[in-house]
């Protein structure tokens, strides 16, 4: 059955992020907790850190461009709500935790370097206590976003093996064309 | 006539068939393997390894806590000035700070003491941390002591140190039988402290040498990389240290000496690089390099104003010695990440807590002429 696909480009988006995403939030939770590996976790940490912001951005104008198939027709409202809801709270968390993060550097007066001599200018004036209150978020926000991804896995896995919906396959199909649209299941 | 049976939604669990019962199995175990992995690499799974968060409480264990100070190296006055290349650095790293031209320096001298209010006794190692920042960005921060090697090769060391040096609560001084029995584990400790207690002390924080202990690496236009330490050395004559007797000594005599000498007139220093050769130990800070060793004078410090701690000033800066720019590399000496992450945590703790003023105030500068009237007469 042709059933409705993500378009190409989103699913490689979903999927190139989906990998830097979670070794992001491996490598974030890692260093706090390590002596040893601190500095080079750091020094991939914050171009990494970037590259998801920028990807984020490329993200919210490619969904505006290729929109995601619809749901399938039999699925239930909670079901439904569950899905807006966490994809919403996925977004804000992904645009929300790299530019805390940027701006705590820039409340602490830390260099945002990414590679090199290549370095981003701070967005926020030096305060400390912002920096602590920000620092805090970062962590916060990290956690917050680490507990949605789980969801995310939870609910795609559930499509994919106890409802059998076509979800999904709608991104994780390898097939290059979109589908037929309007044909859930 | 056989009905047709009532068509069960795919979404509904319950009563749940085998093949939910299968698929909300292998849910669980991919989530489960997935959150394990997560708790492993916080921690929560090895309880017992040395973390930053561990050295800083244990820093909070020895001092106390102290809300909004350092906690090491609490006790300390700021300064600023700039930094004059003379280009001889060039030749070994492409970062700006090496080329010709002054670069604006904000810098804090300090004792390495994790108590703010301690009174100077003379037996303090000295501090001399710097933030130079080029116009054209890549900001290099160091910390430098004035001592010729650090007490310890690794960040295990240093925490077993912090323990085995503190004040024993009954009797309010060292136990020296924790520290013998650390020793004994850590001959690198009792070789770099007979270095260390053997220095020439001099008489205040203006006429020190002030060294980074940690190897770096300085990486030239070509990329090709040099281990590398370096030091500041005054240009003001070292004059050995004779303490005043405990009733002549005021409380903060090292820093009013320090102010009073900024009063007269800037203080300067020579950036001293010392270039290591093929075989030179670069991840052991308690071993000193061979003599003999290139050194190349890179440039003078110029410090020529001097400050309480406050808002914005050297007391906001993280003088984590891996902020560095392009040009200048870490080396293989575990101290400096750890370093690194153990400065990240005491600047979060502090920047978020409330602030006292610092022990160590500026007075307000003298009239130069004094007699003379301000308004010239």
Redesign the interface.
Known sequence: MDTPRFALFSRLLHWLMALMILAM??IG????????????L?SIHRPLGIAILALVAVRLVNRQLNPPPPLPA???PV?RFAAHASHVALYALMLAVPLVGWAMLSA????VVLY??L?LPPIVP?D??L???L??AHTALALAL?ATF?LH??AA??H??????GVFASMASLRARRGTPGRPG | MISKPPDRSRYRLWPPSTGVLAGLGVTGLVLAGVAGAFAYTVGLLSPGALTQTRIVDRFQAVNGIHPGFRRNHAKGVCVTGTFAGNGAGARLSRAAVFGSGAVPVVGRFAVGIGKPFLPDTGAEVRSLALSFRPASGGEWRTGMNDIPVFPVNTADGFYGLLAASAADPATGKPDPAQMTAFLGTHPETARALGLIKARPVSSGFADARYNGLNAFRFVDSSGASTPVRWSMVALDPFVAQVPPSGAAREPNYLFDGLVARLQQGPLRYRLVITVGQPGDPTNDATLPWPAGREEIDAGTLTLDHVEAEGPGNCRDINYDPLVLPDGIATSNDPLLSARSAAYSVSFTRRAGEPKTPSEVQVPARPPATPGVPATGG
């Open positions: 939030l491996f939770i890692g260093m706090v907790a390590s002596l040893a590996d601190y500095h080079w750091l039999d699925m239930p079901l602490g007066r830390l260099p090199g001599g370095e030096q400390v206590m920096y602590a209150w620092r805090a680490f789980l896995l939870a896995l559930m994919g093996l106890v409802f059998r919906d």
